[in-house]
């Protein structure tokens, strides 16, 4: 049966919703009006390797089995949608339009996989380390979440590394590395029935008889998503450096001492709060993969555009930490790095 699945965020999100369509099912993407006229005439383009072949595939969504469609935030219509998925960049939360949508599917009581790489705090609050911490530090604006129950929110690591190509139109996404969606179950059976269904699906999908990569595969841990949290503070926020940004490739590999402490230090707090070693990704799994990381991580080129705000997984990282009497010099110094370049922006834009 295809399911309608709602995406937040036309860039990182058609990487999802393509896999989705591929596999029948009927997809939403909330963006921009002038993106959603580029997309509702011309469709997507995701381009992506295949195992073994030395070029990308362009996938297009019109020749997909599923259909596509791209709305503005103020014109959706919650009762068509089985399942929300979150895929753009916290700070995007706060628009008013967006706000004003997210009151609506917490009132609708929408179950939502987030693919953000900040966690939604009503799904921090389902893991009972974190329930009554106070995070809200590390958030844009955390009032964003407060209607959610936390039941119906979960986290889905956004391993697939993407970028749109700065030359192509705003309905392009090149994936560069082609690994799996990594999801937390839901609270309710009902809703990870859904989710188990979308998982079979989209894994049955071939390509000209072939294998597709970008799988999405559903876990009963909590804690499997976090996994992405050392990488992310390891390699993708020390792309930011006082001066330009860097590669994820030299950021991991600049000094690999460093990046193992760091990498070592945040799955140590992940087991703090309750994850199993076997949630976890190897350093040199990680440090591998790196390797073909030739692009500053997405905070690092959004900072260097001059963003005011990025998400801050490495403040709500740190801010764990000292929770939980962790605290890190290396993880603190990038936070401090982190900051200071985001208020020079500030400063030059005379917010």
Known sequence: ??????????????????????????????????????????????????RDEPTHRAIFS?????????????????????LVGLAM???????????????????????????????????????????????????????????????????????PQAFRPPEEAANVLHVGLPTNFKAAAFADDAHNKLLRELETDIDAVRLDGLDVP????????????????????????RCITPEEPQSIRDAVHGDLKVSQSIYDHVDAVARRLGADPQDQVPFA??????????????????????????????LLVKLISLRLNMANADIDRTVQIVDQKLNERIEAGGI
């Open 214 to 237: 970008v799988k999405l595969k559903v876990f009963n841990s909590l804690f499997v998503p976090l996994a992405k949290w050392s990488m992310l503070l390891t390699g993708n926020y």
């Open 1 to 50: 049966m295809a399911r309608n699945i709602l995406i937040l965020g036309a860039s990182y999100g058609s990487l999802l919703a393509t896999k989705l369509l591929m596999a029948g099912h009927n997809v939403t993407l909330v963006c921009r009006g002038k993106t959603a006229e580029l997309i509702n005439r011309d469709g997507t383009e995701v381009r992506i390797k295949l």
């Open 89 to 159: 960049q916290e700070p995007q939360y706060t628009n008013h339009t967006i706000r004003v949508l997210m009151i609506k599917i917490a009132a609708a009581k929408l179950p939502c996989l987030s693919i953000m790489n900040m966690p939604p705090l009503p799904y921090l609050k389902r893991i009972p380390a974190l329930a009554e911490m106070d995070l809200d530090e590390a958030y844009t604006n955390a009032q964003v979440w407060e209607r959610f129950e936390p039941g119906l929110v979960t986290l889905c690591s956004p391993d």
């Open 285 to 314: 799994k990680y440090a591998k993969a790196a390797e073909s990381l030739l692009k500053p991580s997405s905070a690092a080129r959004a900072v260097a555009a001059g963003a005011p705000f990025i998400e801050r997984v490495d």
């Open 62 to 82: 019109r020749d997909q089995p599923g259909k596509l469609d791209a709305t503005s935030p103020g014109d959706v219509v919650l009762s068509r949608y089985d």
